[in-house]
């Protein structure tokens, strides 16, 4: 079975600050790996996905996420954070399934960013 | 614009009453998925869909029934047998996986009170 553990409910920051969300996964394979932010009210959008090719991902709005195989983490970063990076953010491990189906998605509970002026 | 619209925004009804949610997507999307959120909590699968008149259970599904008609629709039904049926519900669609895993693109969301 698959699991995340994002290790911070809560992270604030100072705007033009480094932000770190940090991720763990538990996964029997090598798993493919997102990162989605939710505004309040609002549905998913997906900031970037790792899926074994490099190890360090460029997503959209300047965030970066490196994943460490012998730390099983997918660290979430931004060098310098702004205003309306407040949001909550998900991590999310994807199950290997078979070729030509769904896949099911195990999400972690979530951290909510908060960007102070 | 491609994309998956949920209606209604806010839904509010009264403790007894089944309810239904809406779900449309144009993306051509094979795969539906609808997801409860609580507060403080991830997202956790309700039920999916892979394919017209087919559909599974997710972690989640007593109390809730789902129908899939249409390959751009996939309507999730509330009924008076779930327990606690506020939340914010999101449904999602994405291509079926043919290799790495490809995203799931989410919709809007429907913000349920039931009272």
């Known amino acids: 079975a698959q699991s995340v553990t994002q290790l911070d409910s809560h992270v604030s920051v100072s705007e033009g600050t480094p932000v770190l969300l940090r991720c763990n996964y538990s996964s029997s394979y090598s798993p493919s790996l997102f990162w989605y932010v939710q505004h309040p009210n609002k549905g998913l959008q997906l900031l970037l996905k790792?899926?074994?090719?490099?190890?360090l991902v460029k997503g959209i709005n300047g965030f970066e996420a490196e994943f460490k195989k012998s730390e099983t983490s997918f660290h979430l970063t931004k060098p310098s954070a702004h205003m309306s990076d407040a949001a909550e953010y998900f991590c999310v491990v994807s199950e290997k399934g078979s070729k030509g189906s769904a896949r099911q998605l195990t999400f972690g509970s979530g951290t909510q960013l908060t960007v102070l002026p | 614009d491609g994309g998956i619209t949920q209606s209604p925004k806010y839904l509010f009804r009264k403790e007894g009453q089944n309810v239904t949610l809406s779900c449309e997507q144009n993306l051509n999307h094979d795969a539906m998925y609808w997801y409860r959120q609580d507060p403080g909590q991830g997202l956790r699968l309700i039920y999916y869909s892979q394919i017209v008149n087919d559909f599974q259970k997710g972690d989640i599904a007593e109390g809730y029934s789902v129908s899939r008609e249409k390959k751009e629709s996939f309507p999730l039904t509330v009924t008076s047998a779930q327990k606690n049926p506020t939340a914010f519900y999101l449904c999602?669609?994405?291509?079926?996986?043919?290799?790495?895993?490809?995203?799931?693109?989410f919709g809007p969301g429907t913000r349920l009170t039931v009272t």
């Open positions: 790792y899926t074994s090719a490099a190890t």
């Open positions: 999602a669609s994405s291509i079926l996986h043919t290799g790495p895993a490809y995203e799931q693109y």
